[in-house]
Every structure is written in C-alpha cells, then in structure tokens.
C-alpha cells in the first residue's frame, strides 16, 4: 500500500478548482490501494503519465486541464506531491526539480 503526502494539499487545490476534486480523489485512492514497484508499474496504472528522473510522475489531471507532479520513492512506496496546478502553471516550473 502506497502512503501519499500530504493529501491536503490535493484538497486545498480541489477547493479552489472544484472542477478537479473527483478526478483528485480518483487518483488519491487509486494511488493508495497500487503496489508501484517502479515507474513502469505506474505506466501501466497511467499510460499517459510522463516518467521524469529520480522518481518524479507527473500525472495529467482532468483530460490534462491540470498537471500533479510527485516524488514516489519506490522502495518504501512513499509518494510526495510536489506540485498540482493548471497546464498553464505546470509550464513555468521544473518539474524535475521542483
């Protein structure tokens, strides 16, 4: 079972983009009840997700309206969210290092 940090900041996003919340939770729990093992694991779970280097998924939300990007250490099945936002938002960040 997957432990994902910190799902309040997923909640602070949904609250100010409802339009998000289902497609947010939708992800929250398939994260949770996965056994990622590695990126390709999640590949399987999210054809559409882009692997990126270090451990960081970003994972297209809402037909892309929106972008999470997270830091999943595999080995102690661990996710950290680093960053949720509009497509608009996601293009002025590093996803990689964010």
């Given at each position: 079972?997957?432990?994902?940090?910190?799902?309040?900041?997923?909640?602070?996003?949904?609250?100010?983009?409802?339009?998000?919340?289902?497609?947010?939770?939708?992800?929250?729990?398939?994260?949770?009840?996965?056994?990622?093992?590695?990126?390709?694991?999640?590949?399987?779970t999210y054809?559409?997700?882009?692997?990126?280097?270090?451990?960081?998924?970003?994972?297209?939300?809402?037909?892309?309206?929106?972008?999470?990007?997270?830091?999943?250490?595999?080995?102690?099945?661990?996710?950290?969210?680093?960053?949720?936002?509009?497509?608009?938002?996601?293009?002025?960040?590093?996803?990689?290092?964010?």
């Amino acid at each position: 079972m997957e432990r994902v940090f910190a799902k309040s900041t997923l909640r602070e996003f949904w609250e100010r983009c409802p339009d998000a919340e289902q497609y947010l939770k939708t992800w929250f729990d398939t994260a949770m009840n996965s056994d990622w093992k590695s990126p390709s694991d999640v590949k399987q779970t999210y054809a559409n997700a882009s692997v990126l280097k270090e451990g960081r998924i970003v994972f297209n939300i809402k037909g892309n309206s929106y972008r999470l990007v997270v830091k999943i250490n595999f080995e102690k099945q661990w996710i950290f969210i680093r960053f949720i936002g509009s497509h608009k938002e996601y293009d002025k960040i590093d996803a990689n290092t964010i």
